[in-house]
């Protein structure tokens, strides 16, 4: 590959494939392969709870500085152990049963919830060599694995045998299935743009050039129609109305407690984190450096900086807008937020895929327009 | 709709969203308003005016102002109050009424001030040490009078003076024993909520002297 002309002092490569050769001596394929794949799942697991523990400290920063206020501040420097200690809580309190509920849809949909985020979770590339499994339909499976968390939350919703619960999965059914539509759209459009689905192209054809720059109009409207569809998607910022807490006291995991709330806590944060991750990966270039075509010094030193800090970074600048769109707009009314999937985004966002594929085909991209500067081969 | 008013209303949304966030902005980077309180106690501003913990102020001479005339604790609406006078003899052979003991109680009060409003020589204040949790309830009940403490003469020859020294040595013995009883007698008030009013009643008429009257007309001057 071309990256290996730069020196990475930082990059985990040489860990992963060290284990690997390590592994691969000392045991039958099959053995390898499997304890490889048991690896993989801790580390994804592990990395999950720590990404939303932390996720959980930042956003209750952030949010507290955006009101003047502190935040937590109590337990540990600065609060840091704040959602451990909220996290063993959790781990600690009852479960309780609700009479007449559907006990078993009732247990099942918190996992249905976690499993899809997890999934989703996967294919994420994180850097260089740090992807679970890197599909050639990465985009799609991301698509399609996010979308399976509806199902828990109306089945949380239904099993509940509550009425606020009930209100707010139908109100969560009609926005995921609706903005699920627009966020696919945009995606769409970027892979018209790239020619690829899977993770690793998308982020080697962003050498040079961002796909949220080389589609130049029409990827910036994907990009924002993305984000939009993203915080309707995991039920945040303006368009929280499925637990809107005024109206539905928690919307459809009311009746949850204990672990079983946390998996939906837990899922929530984690699928914002996932939604900037995959826009990370599909607009602004994933885990790669930036690189300038002929500023060889440059593009070395940018190099040294590890590839999962240029992810974890760009995914940090998203998260932070999502914050900021989150405590700066009203919560939407449902026929508003209808209005705006149904009669805003998804017209447009078709009018630009058609755009973007008239972009493409003329070779109007920036890449196209001056092949010399960005074009990555 | 026409499409003219559908492009310009998206470009009016974006607007006053982008409107929306730089204020949030703003709001990010401005000064937290947040009272680390444990923390901040030396810069900590409480208003004047806050009424927390009555108190009786004492000069450097151990001296007070409070005579004993029981308006403070005619004008308690709930029974805080409690003053004891006692009688003393004076060396030129008259009798004077001085004060015992000034109790207040600090969990029965409502912190109405006026008791406060109404004392004739202005002998308690409320303070702002707000801080008056403690873990045991008989600590609620302060003694507002200092130990030894005497009446503030108004600018007496030094004969008048030597007098209440005599008897503070005494007071030091006597009010002991005195000071235990109201404290359980305030108790007993407490505990037994609905007679609260009829016992108070009874107390001001034993130990209280001062026709009501001037109590009003000062109530009028004082205020």
């Given at each position: 590959m071309l990256l290996l002309n730069y020196s990475q002092p930082l990059e985990l490569s040489g860990i992963i494939e060290s284990v690997d050769t390590f592994l691969r001596t000392n045991m039958s394929p099959g053995w390898a392969t499997f304890v490889e794949g048991v690896i993989v799942c801790v580390a994804i697991l592990a990395l999950y709870c720590i990404i939303a523990l932390a996720l959980i400290y930042i956003e209750r920063k952030i949010t507290a500085f955006f009101q003047a206020r502190l935040g937590p501040n109590r337990l540990g420097p600065y609060g840091v152990i704040q959602s451990i200690a909220d996290m063993v809580k959790i781990l600690i309190k009852e479960i309780i049963h609700i009479n007449r509920s559907d006990k078993f849809l009732f247990y099942a949909a918190p996992f249905f919830v976690i499993v899809s985020s997890f999934l989703a979770f996967g294919v994420i590339p994180f850097g260089i060599d740090l992807q679970a499994i890197d599909f050639n339909i990465g985009v799609f499976f991301y698509t399609a694995a996010s979308s399976i968390g509806i199902i828990g939350v109306l089945l949380a919703g239904w099993s509940s045998n509550n009425k606020y619960s009930m209100l707010g999965a139908m109100r969560s059914g009609a926005q995921f299935v609706s903005y699920e539509l627009s966020a696919g759209f945009a995606l769409m459009t970027i892979v018209v743009l790239s020619g690829t689905m899977q993770f690793s192209e998308l982020v080697e054809g962003q050498r040079y050039c961002w796909n949220l720059f080389n589609g130049h109009i029409s990827s910036i409207i994907a990009f924002i129609i993305f984000m939009i569809s993203g915080?309707?998607?995991?039920?945040?910022g303006p368009f929280d109305l499925p637990e809107a807490e005024s109206?539905?006291?928690?919307?459809?995991?009311?009746?949850?407690?204990?672990?079983?709330?946390?998996?939906?806590?837990?899922?929530e944060y984690l699928n914002m984190f996932i939604y900037c991750s995959i826009a990370t990966t599909v607009f602004l270039g994933g885990w790669m450096p930036i690189q300038i075509p002929g500023l060889d010094a440059l593009n070395e030193v940018m190099w040294y900086i590890p590839s999962y800090v240029w992810f974890f970074g760009k995914t940090g600048l998203l998260i932070f807008l999502s914050l900021w769109v989150r405590w700066s707009f009203p919560r939407l009314r449902i026929d508003h937020l209808l209005n705006?999937?149904?009669?805003?985004?998804l017209p447009i966002n078709l009018v630009n895929l058609l755009v973007m594929v008239v972009i493409v085909l003329t070779d109007t991209s920036l890449a196209g327009l001056f092949p010399s500067l960005l074009a990555t081969n | 709709m026409s499409f003219s008013k559908y492009i310009s209303g998206i470009f009016k949304a974006l607007k006053s969203l982008i409107g929306g966030m730089r204020e949030t902005w703003k709001e990010l980077w401005t000064k937290k308003v947040t009272m680390q309180y444990p923390e901040n106690r030396k810069t900590l501003v409480i208003s004047d005016r806050w009424r927390s913990e009555l108190i009786m102020p004492h000069d450097e001479n151990n001296e007070h102002a409070c005579t004993a005339c029981g308006i403070c604790m005619m004008n308690c609406p709930n029974g805080t109050i409690t003053v004891t006078p006692k009688m003393i003899e004076t060396e030129d052979g008259k009798k004077k009424k001085i004060l015992d003991t000034h109790i207040w109680n600090y969990g029965t009060c409502t912190f109405c001030n006026l008791c406060v409003i109404t004392c004739p020589s202005n002998a308690i204040i409320?303070?702002?040490?707000?801080?008056?949790a403690v873990f045991n309830k008989s600590k609620l009940i302060h003694q507002l009078n200092h130990e030894g403490s005497k009446l503030r003469e108004k600018k007496k020859e030094p004969v008048a003076v030597k007098t209440p020294t005599t008897t503070s040595s005494d007071s030091t013995a006597t009010p002991a024993t005195n000071k235990d009883e109201i404290i359980s007698k305030v108790k007993e008030n407490n505990s037994l909520t609905a007679s609260v009013g009829g016992n108070d009643s009874t107390n001001v008429e034993k130990t209280v002297e001062q026709p009501k009257q001037t109590n009003n007309n000062k109530d009028k001057t004082n205020e």
């Open positions: 915080h309707a998607e995991t039920n945040r109206e539905l006291t928690a919307g459809y995991h009311t009746e949850y407690s204990g672990l079983t709330f946390g998996f939906f806590y837990l899922a705006l999937e149904w009669k805003y985004l | 409320f303070n702002n040490d707000f801080e008056g």
